[in-house]
């Protein structure tokens, strides 16, 4: 499991080249220990610090954040910690992922910061037993992260990151649930037929049944079919097929759930019992 999520991180952490401003370092443990001078004493590793690597490994699955241009805050991982979960928080402006885990944070106040993706990626990497615990320590500027094996540290991005939860979607009145293999299956079939500049697949939702279909012109079309828990009124929304599928083949549980108001509204697949992903609808032609 580990290894599939380092591969989804290589994929979804390819950034540009690093801002002048953007450091991250890399120390072996035994070499010299670069929590020293990152804030004035640093606490023992106790519960009010340390975070389960088997914890992070789940929230490595919000690597979503943007590999092409816009804001530079969007180059980064959003760490929020909140009633008793430390949350990362990851938008390309498309899709956004949320993922958290329980955390001990004791009485501190713990601010928010935002974290480049490299150093988060390079930190995912040196992570050997999912059972250890990692150690954070934050300073104004600069984020410290520590296992076992090494010592990371990463300055922080200065910006602010986009209002996310306004983009979660608060209510729904469609909800089906699927096999989250079959439904990855279906998606890249469709997928197939669809060009780079109309990357869409329609969902088509009726009793029990699930309809995806996709066409382009001088390819064809497609249709799958398969079953799957809806109740609702008939119901369709269309989706880039391309984020679905990078959500779902990593979702942790054997089924994927997925929400939406109407076509024009966000989808939120939950894949997880901390992890939701959002994905932004296409308007396609009836």
Wanted: net charge negative; with cysteine.
């Amino acid at each position: 499991m580990t290894r599939c999520l380092l591969t989804l991180i290589a994929i979804l952490f390819a950034t540009p080249a690093a801002a002048a401003d953007e450091e991250f370092t890399y120390d072996p443990i035994g070499k010299r220990d670069p929590f020293r001078g990152l804030v004035d004493e640093p606490p023992p590793p106790t519960p009010h610090s340390v975070l389960s690597a088997w914890g992070l490994a789940e929230l490595r699955l919000v690597a979503v954040a943007d590999a092409e241009g816009g804001r530079y805050a969007m180059h980064g991982v959003l760490v929020e910690f909140k009633d008793g979960m430390m949350n990362l928080i990851a938008t390309d402006g498309r899709r956004l992922a949320l993922s958290g885990s329980p955390v001990d944070t004791g009485s501190a106040e713990r601010p928010s910061a935002i974290v480049p993706t490299k150093g988060m990626n390079l930190f995912c990497r040196v992570i050997n037993d999912p059972l250890e615990q990692v150690r954070f320590q934050f300073s104004e500027n600069q984020i410290g992260m520590k296992t076992a094996n090494a010592e990371i540290f990463a300055r922080l991005i200065d910006g602010e990151f986009p209002a996310y939860s306004a983009v979660i979607p608060k209510k729904a009145k469609n909800a089906m649930e699927a096999d989250a293999e079959v439904l990855g299956r279906k998606l890249r079939l469709v997928a197939n037929v669809t060009g780079a500049e109309a990357r869409a697949a329609r969902l088509q939702l009726k009793k029990n049944e699930l309809e995806i279909s996709g066409q382009f012109a001088g390819r064809g079309e497609a249709h799958a079919h398969m079953e799957v828990d809806y109740k609702g009124n008939e119901a369709e929304i269309a989706f880039n097929p391309d984020f679905v599928v990078e959500g779902i083949k990593n979702c942790e549980k054997d089924t994927v759930r997925l929400e939406f108001e109407d076509k024009t509204s966000p989808g939120k697949f939950t894949l997880g019992e901390n992890y939701i992903y959002i994905v932004m609808p296409i308007t396609v032609d009836a």
